[in-house]
């Protein structure tokens, strides 16, 4: 399972969510261009010294990133199909009724603006977060945070403890 973040506009969400990935064992996909440098402080301070352990692919454009997931529901190695699930207010169904698969890569969109339409048509699935009426969205971070660890519970990939 994979966490990608499609060009994201905050450095203290995109370093937070790289350090959600580190502790959890998740890899971290960064789809570039970037709303702030790569060696932003913000970025550095939300991370903190978990940068280091992250597993992070840097993908160049969208374009790049499609390539490394190669066709849509392809086979895995290791997994089985590999989809894009696209986490949007624009989803069709609630992330709690959704059967994630170990293959997953979750995709956040850009804090700003989502993701664009050629996004949403390539996702295998998009999933929302229910929300109270009149309320539009959570902090990116958080919504990842919340729905990875549902993928992690339904497909037992869950870290050991090594304490």
Known sequence: MRLALYEPD???NAGALIRLGACLGVGIDLIEPC?????DRGLKRAGMDYLKNADIRRHASW???QESLGPAVAPDRECGPSRLILLTTRGDMTYTDF???PGDSLMVGRESVGVPDAVHARADARVTIPLLSGLRSLNVAQAAAMVLGEALRQTGLFPNRSD
């Open 63 to 65: 374009a790049r990133f």
């Open 10 to 12: 905050i450095p203290q």
């Open 99 to 101: 059967v994630f698969a």
């Open 35 to 39: 709303g702030f440098l790569l060696s």
